[in-house]
């Protein structure tokens, strides 16, 4: 029986998604006179609830918001040709699963990490999934982390996190698990 587990977040860490997001963003914040810049997205956004950068973007709004959202979303899965998988974490992932336990913990939506996975044939690395669905607070709330170890009888000392933000980071610290900074995708 697995007594060990491995955490990792999407966006960042398992892969480059900045240019695909940006891209998808900015086709969608268009209508509202917003430009981004992929400078701007990964320095201000990647990493982030979607729900709290595009507040700040559009003053609060909370129904231009969502349609910036919907709209992202529809034209996200043409630029999945822009992602970078990050290899070599996928190797180590496939390694610690003879003795980990591994779960995918995100702030992104449902529907974008399983297109992803699917996209790159990846569905199957993962014992559990949390996304922003399941989880109320998002980081850099340690809940998403919490739950997973909860949901294998896992304690954090025999836990692993891999992140990238800072947001992630700091969930990673308060959760009381070691962690593992990725810094970019090569």
């Known amino acids: 029986m697995k007594k060990k587990l ?14 695909a997001n940006q891209a998808a963003y900015a086709v969608a914040l268009a209508p509202y006179g917003v430009s981004l810049s992929v400078e701007d997205f990964a320095q201000h956004c990647n990493g982030r609830y979607y729900r709290d950068f595009l507040g700040e973007l559009l003053g609060g709004d909370e ?28 190797s180590l992932l496939q390694t610690l699963r003879a003795d980990y336990h591994t779960a995918l913990v995100t702030s992104a939506t449902r529907c974008s990490v399983e ?3 699917r ?9 559990l999934l949390l996304t922003n669905v399941e989880v109320p607070h998002k980081k850099p ?18 836990t692993i996190i891999f992140e990238d933000s800072p947001e992630g980071i700091q969930a990673a610290q308060a959760s009381g698990a070691p962690y593992l900074l990725v810094r970019e995708i090569r």
């Open 6 to 19: 491995a955490i990792f977040d999407m966006d960042g860490t398992l892969f480059d998604t900045v240019p």
């Open 63 to 90: 129904a231009k918001i969502d349609a910036v959202h919907d709209a992202k979303l529809a034209a996200y899965p043409a630029l999945f040709h822009r992602i970078r998988e990050n290899t070599a974490l996928f």
């Open 115 to 117: 297109a992803i996975l």
């Open 119 to 127: 996209y790159f044939h990846r569905e199957n690395c993962f014992d």
């Open 141 to 158: 709330a340690p809940d998403g982390f919490l739950m997973a170890m909860e949901h294998f009888g896992v304690a954090p000392a025999d």
